[in-house]
């Protein structure tokens, strides 16, 4: 077999991700200043860009700006204010750490945790290298992941001074009107005001 036989061989043996050639674009985050809080509008869309999860990118950014928040699927609350370009300039020092292969620097990779190590493994040319992990304080957003109206099920370790029954769910504090320390009851929120959420008891369980 000739040169150019091998060489033709060799190419319909690639994988098809080292096939193309289209330069990976990097996803732009989008934000907006309110007030001493800044909003992350489209951080589950640059999650799914990239194929990873909205928890990690949360907290590197969390940590990286040296700051407070809360998330949910699609959106990242930062406590401060933040322009733009400095978000950004984060986000793409995350890519290069967790997402971009260095060697083929695509962005075909993935992460796997063998013995308490994490690795970034290469889908397209096979190389791995160790990476770090990320430690932040992030809590998703109950507020935003309850409403209004919504029952809930908690258990009561308090009694308050109005003496309504205390819980806790995550970060935020539940006051369950017509319940006793010592019960778990099936409740209907309220209202929600910053980390307090507010309840009626439905059921004793």
Not at 66 to 80: R, V
Not at 189 to 200: C, D, E, K, S
């Amino acid at each position: 077999m000739n040169y150019d036989a091998l060489l033709d061989k060799a190419i319909k043996e690639l994988p098809d991700v080292l096939k193309e050639h289209s330069r990976f674009e990097k996803p732009s985050v989008e934000s907006i200043i309110q007030g001493k809080t800044t909003f992350v509008k489209n951080l589950g869309e640059v999650a799914k860009a990239i194929n990873r999860k909205t928890d990690l990118i949360a907290k590197y950014l969390i940590k990286e700006l040296g700051t407070a928040g809360t998330h949910d699927a699609q959106h990242l609350t930062l406590k401060g204010q933040f322009r733009e370009p400095q978000i950004q300039e984060k986000f793409d020092a995350f890519l290069e750490e967790f997402v971009l292969c260095s060697e083929c620097a695509r962005p075909d990779t993935k992460i796997l945790r063998e013995e308490r190590i994490n690795f970034l493994v290469c889908e397209a040319c096979g190389a791995r290298r160790s990476i770090g992990s990320i430690k932040a304080s992030v809590q998703k957003d109950v507020k935003k992941e309850l409403a209004i109206g919504d029952e809930i099920t908690v258990e009561i370790t308090k009694i308050g001074r109005k003496g309504d029954g205390l819980a806790k769910i995550g970060n935020y504090l539940v006051f369950v009107t017509g319940a006793r320390i010592g019960q778990k009851v099936k409740a209907r929120i309220t209202g929600i005001q910053n980390t307090m959420i507010f309840a009626v008891t439905i059921e004793v369980i």
